[in-house]
């Protein structure tokens, strides 16, 4: 079977360009979204930012003397802007069609399930079968075997997260934006729910939208892009106060790895150890004596 086409640009992209102004308009939907939230702020930033992309790739297309859809074609060496954010936008507006305070009933698994799956399902099939390109992967096991750095790592993250968290979430109180979780069952809905969103969270902030934005922009441009949407998502779920002094730093470190390690098991990895530490100091901080051995705080 030929390979796929690769996600990653092909061509030696410049240090900067124009199109940055569509991507940061389009990014920029997202605190409008989730930290201001104001829906219609965020509609008229994706809806200039497609717009600022259409006029821009015309513009491009007309300057080579190709038509528009010229610029699109998979496989080209010159991957369509307008198409790429299209894709990131329409994930975001799934995602902002529903409220992100963290619940455990089971109508609010279902409605996160179908919106958090639906932003990473639904570019992908646009991506893949209507645009007809391989915009979108997964990149499971990426470049071959962990290194010994790379497990030191995932040890360093335990640490890191068990000397930082508990601190966050305790003596700034957010982690009363977090439902109480005193019995087995919320136990176990709270341990299921860190889990997945950690999850999903590396399918739509890198391998989608990051992945999109690699396309077209050097690695530091395109991973502060996308910086900028992932926070702002971790803000409405939870992570206020001065949390974006953690966030900001997790999602381009998230940003790097990925790009370090072409490994989607990894940063899953990563990820999810770090949740672990977010799912325990939650249980610690709703149940008062529970856990005081294991923390400091």
Not at 12 to 41: E, N
Not at 70 to 85: M, N, Q, W
Not at 127 to 133: G, L, M
Not at 205 to 225: E, M, S
Request: proline share 6%.
């Amino acid at each position: 079977m030929p390979a796929s086409p690769a996600a990653a640009p092909v061509a030696t992209l410049p240090a900067w360009s124009w199109h940055l102004a569509p991507a940061l308009l389009v990014c920029l939907a997202a605190p409008a979204f989730f930290v201001l939230r104001i829906p219609w702020v965020g509609w008229v930033l994706l809806a200039a930012g497609l717009a600022v992309a259409l006029v821009m790739e015309r513009a491009d297309a007309a300057t080579r003397g190709t038509g528009s859809e010229d610029v699109a074609e998979p496989g080209t060496r010159c991957p369509s802007i307008l198409r790429d954010l299209s894709l990131i936008a329409i994930g975001m507006l799934i995602v902002s069609a529903i409220p992100l305070e963290a619940e455990l009933d089971n109508v609010a698994f279902v409605r996160f399930g179908l919106a958090l799956g639906g932003a990473v399902a639904v570019p992908y099939v646009i991506s893949r079968w209507v645009y007809r390109d391989y915009a979108i992967r997964f990149p499971w096991r990426g470049g071959g075997r962990w290194t010994a750095f790379q497990w030191s790592w995932l040890a360093a993250v335990l640490v890191l997260g068990w000397l930082i968290l508990p601190f966050y979430f305790i003596t700034s109180g957010v982690y009363l934006n977090w439902p109480v979780v005193d019995t087995p069952d919320l136990i176990a809905r709270l341990f299921v729910g860190v889990g997945a969103v950690g999850i999903w969270d590396e399918l739509f902030f890198i391998c989608t939208c990051f992945a999109l934005l690699r396309r077209h922009f050097p690695f530091w441009q395109a991973n502060v892009l996308q910086m900028v949407v992932f926070v702002s998502f971790l803000w409405e779920l939870g992570y206020r106060a001065w949390g974006p002094v953690l966030t900001i730093p997790f999602a381009l470190l998230m940003g790097y790895i990925f790009m370090k390690t072409r490994s989607l098991a990894y940063v899953v990895t990563v990820h999810l150890l770090f949740d672990a530490v977010v799912f325990a100091v939650l249980v610690h901080a709703h149940n008062p004596g529970a856990m005081d051995w294991l923390f400091l705080v």
